[in-house]
């Protein structure tokens, strides 16, 4: 992000678009989980003074600029990609690479080596095809732990993983087995930095 207003934005369109659109009068689409860029607008102008000179080109550059590419807009819909609480938004089943990555923290680390990586409060867990947006997720809660997901042992034990768009893949759950820490020096070899 650019500036301190699109960061602001951003979390209120977070709020709006990943875990209570009702608390500001938005119906999402149950397919897709995207509704009409007007009504986010006027949504976003309703919450309050601090909001009200929000348009439609304002929303547009926030989701131009995030550096995790939270939303997408498509002709005139917006939509959170990934990271939805509320009701459960469908994505098409795909085929991911062999090698997904995870960010998390040190203490949670034995916890997912024993009981695997699960959503957590989300509907999904969040992959990443690159270490990069799985270094900034994981990286947000204490001392930065890699994890690697062998993606066909997984699809060999049940999971079905499917594709958020930007790198951004989910699954709703991944078994122990199928996750080994990323080492160190293994990072420079990822070509997807």
């Known amino acids: 992000m650019n500036s ?10 977070t709020k709006m ?10 119906i999402l689409d149950p397919m897709d989980g995207s509704c009409p860029l007007e009504k986010v607008v006027t949504a976003v102008q309703a919450a309050g003074p601090k909001w009200s000179w929000v348009q439609r080109e304002h929303i547009e550059q ?5 550096d995790k590419q939270r939303f997408e807009i498509t002709e005139d819909r917006i939509r959170a990609r990934y990271g939805h609480s509320h009701d ?4 098409p089943a795909a085929t991911p690479p062999v ?5 998390t923290n040190l203490m949670a680390l034995s916890a997912i080596m024993r009981e695997g990586i699960r959503p957590m409060g989300r509907q999904y867990v969040h992959l990443s095809a690159g270490t990069h947006f799985a270094s900034m997720a994981g990286s947000r809660r204490g001392e930065l732990v890699l994890l690697a997901v062998d993606t066909v042992r997984a699809q060999h034990a ?4 499917y594709f958020a768009g930007n790198e951004v893949w989910l699954a709703g759950f991944i078994p122990p087995e199928c996750c080994s ?3 160190t020096q293994e990072k420079g070899n990822d070509s997807n930095e």
Do not use: M
């Not at 926030?62 to 995030?66: E, K, P």
């Not at 459960?88 to 994505?91: I, L, T, W």
């Not at 090698?99 to 960010?103: I, M, N, P």
């Open 4 to 13: 301190q207003w699109e960061t602001s934005l951003s979390k209120l369109l």
């Open 17 to 26: 678009l990943r875990h209570t659109p009702e608390d500001f009068g938005l």
């Open 62 to 66: 926030v989701a131009a600029h995030s």
């Open 88 to 91: 459960k938004v469908r994505y």
């Open 99 to 103: 090698r997904l990555y995870h960010g």
């Open 158 to 161: 049940g999971v079905t993983f």
């Open 181 to 183: 820490v990323f080492e």
